[in-house]
């Protein structure tokens, strides 16, 4: 009978930590550029259809047997694999299960050994195995792509630069991936090399925007398209969504620096608790043993993770705001 009042204060704090996670998440970039793309492809209608992808078992790497096993075990290996491929890393579906597997049952000894009950030792450890390694591709991903944002709209000027001296577009293209450095360069180049090998520019540029999953890089992808259909100067729209891309970013970094303050003390507040529960039970285990064994503890304990969630949520909504 002891056992039920756990697994609901252990449900309880999965619900609540997974708001926490949601709420501080911020609006989705995902659904913004498809809702901005989605109003530019109703505008315009078929200059924007680019062709499908081409050649697709050149570009796809082929699957070892480890990935195939820890595909039919992770939910969603498609996904996956695409958020692996974002980092600009050569990690696998595999090597991501193995990493996942490995601190689950690390965290889970280690929690054992120092006296835990069983049954929270794994929910500690899975929670941990999984959220670990997501929060790490997360954040490579975060990184690589601010990389790209911060340089994009250089290399959109290196390209108005290219097409004002004569240089057609492909060729100028070609040019950015070897001038630049960092992830903008790895892009261009993979786009060149595509193009080479036959793909159009059109499938190859919407493969990159698709991988990126940046608004920005799209709407650079829509104005060619545009472009090579209704004519035009590509270069002075180009110039333009430069300047655009530039007041975007100046907005963004405004917008952090103004809300930096209230984040930082929501992240302390929000942790403290848990920081000081997990301190107190390593010092003394028996003594917080009681959260998982006294009742009244454990409706104290949910309500309290409750209100947590709860002031959480309104704070990430006072500080998250959509460019």
């Not at 090597?95 to 280690?110: K, N, P, R, S």
């Not at 929060?135 to 630069?161: C, H, N, S």
């Not at 472009?227 to 110039?239: D, M, P, S």
């Not at 333009?240 to 302390?268: D, F, W």
Request: proline share 3%.
């Amino acid at each position: 009978m002891q056992m039920m009042p756990l697994m609901f204060v252990l449900i309880g704090a999965c619900v609540v930590l997974g708001m926490i996670a949601f709420a501080f998440a911020g609006p989705s970039s995902a659904k913004t550029q498809t809702r901005r793309v989605a109003s530019l492809r109703e505008r315009h209608g078929d200059a924007l259809v680019v062709a499908e992808a081409q050649m697709r078992r050149i570009a796809n790497k082929r699957d070892t047997k480890m990935d195939l096993a820890f595909g039919r075990i992770l939910p969603n290996p498609v996904l996956l694999a695409k958020r692996l491929a974002m980092t600009g890393k050569t990690w696998t579906v595999g090597q991501y299960g193995m990493a996942t597997g490995i601190v689950a049952l690390v965290v889970a000894v280690l929690l054992l050994l120092k006296g835990m009950p069983l049954l929270l030792a794994l929910f500690v450890g899975l929670f941990l195995g999984v959220g670990i390694p997501h929060y790490v591709v997360g954040r490579t991903i975060k990184k690589r792509i601010g990389k790209f944002t911060a340089k994009f709209p250089d290399a959109i000027e290196l390209l108005v630069r290219g097409l004002r001296s004569g240089l057609p577009i492909t060729e100028t293209i070609g040019v950015v991936g070897h001038e630049l450095d960092g992830p903008i360069g790895e892009e261009f180049r993979a786009v060149s090399d595509k193009m080479k090998i036959g793909r159009t520019m059109d499938a190859a540029l919407q493969e990159t925007a698709d991988r990126l999953g940046t608004p920005e890089f799209q709407f650079f992808v829509i104005t060619i398209a545009i472009q090579r259909e209704t004519g035009g100067n590509l270069a002075e729209t180009l110039a333009n969504l430069a300047t655009v891309l530039r007041l975007r970013g100046q907005m963004r970094l405004k917008i952090k620096a103004m809300s930096s303050e209230s984040k930082a003390s929501a992240y302390i507040i929000g942790a403290l608790p848990f920081i000081v529960f997990g301190l107190i039970w390593f010092i003394n285990g028996t003594y917080m043993q009681r959260f998982f064994t006294d009742e009244r503890l454990m409706m104290i304990g949910g309500g309290g993770m409750i209100w947590m969630a709860i002031g959480a949520f309104i704070m990430s909504k006072m500080i998250n705001f959509e460019i």
